[in-house]
């Protein structure tokens, strides 16, 4: 798949697809969706994934077995036009890093439910101005619920339940 420089969609979800997402897929840099969930993919996602996809308007790779931490965030501030990022399901853990925060404005939702994420609700959510719904129940978030949240005027849904926030 690296050899497909003008790929703008890639679907396979709902297939048997196992390992890694291959690093070779950054090379199709005019993407501008990706959705790999429901397969069995696992490890860690790429750090570089957002920079060399500059164009990503939608994320989607839930129901799988991903795992490490969430360090590649980072790199989808580059995404300009991000709308949906969602990696429901899977395994990855550590903390939420404060580079959500930095992430497209045009962002709507933002769904990282059912994971190992822990610690507390970063405040630079506060930031993502155009959110309307946010999904992080079912990880092991503690703490309270930052008033930055408060902030956001188009947020219609919000999901912070099975976790331990106070």
Known sequence: MGNLVNLRELHLHVNGIVGSIPISLCNASKMIGLEVTT?????PVSATLGKLM???????????????????????????????????????????????????????????????????????????SSLISLNLSSNELRGTISRTLWRLKKLQVIHLGSNRIT
Request: with cysteine.
């Open 54 to 128: 500059p164009f990503l308007q939608w994320l989607l790779m839930g129901d799988n077995a991903l795992s490490g931490g969430l360090d590649f965030i980072a790199s989808l501030a580059n995404c300009k036009d991000l709308n949906v990022f969602e990696v429901i399901t899977n395994q990855f853990e550590g903390v939420l890093p404060d580079a959500y925060g930095n992430l497209s404005m045009n962002l709507q939702y933002f769904y990282v439910s059912d994971n190992h994420i822990s610690e507390k609700i970063p405040a630079g959510l506060g930031n993502l």
């Open 39 to 43: 397969n069995n993919l696992t490890g």
